[in-house]
């Protein structure tokens, strides 16, 4: 087994690859109880509010155009979203969720609600609200460089 680095801030990036992981995992048991993955989640959670292109829905999530789009016409070929014309972009059609799509978020939403209460009892406001300061500084460090 290789030796854990001595450096700090190695350590805090494995802990929050590690951290990620898991909430990936956790994130398709939730989206599952809507029989959704957690791609599928996350776009819909972008485009259930506003005008959102494909394009503009993968640079929001990080992730590549192309990806988006296979998951954008997964949700439209089954009924849970549409595309509805751009009047700026004729060939970038914005992304919207129909009425089964919205109900699935909202399935989906409640029960996200409730696995984070289980994780809001482990954790004091204190805790959460200075964990994510820290984790502010480093994403604003990180698109600075």
Known sequence: MAKQPDDPYALLVADVYHVAGEMRRNGERIAATAGQTQARWQLMSVVSEGDWTVADAARRLGVSRQGVQRVADELVAEGLA????????????????????????????????????????????EELAKTRAVLRRIITALEGS
């Open 82 to 125: 549409s595309y509805t014309l751009n009047p700026r972009h004729q060939r970038s059609p914005h992304l919207r969720l129909t009425e089964r799509g919205q109900s699935a978020l909202v399935t989906i939403t409640a029960a996200a609600r409730r696995a984070n209460q289980r994780m809001v009892r482990l954790l004091s406001d």
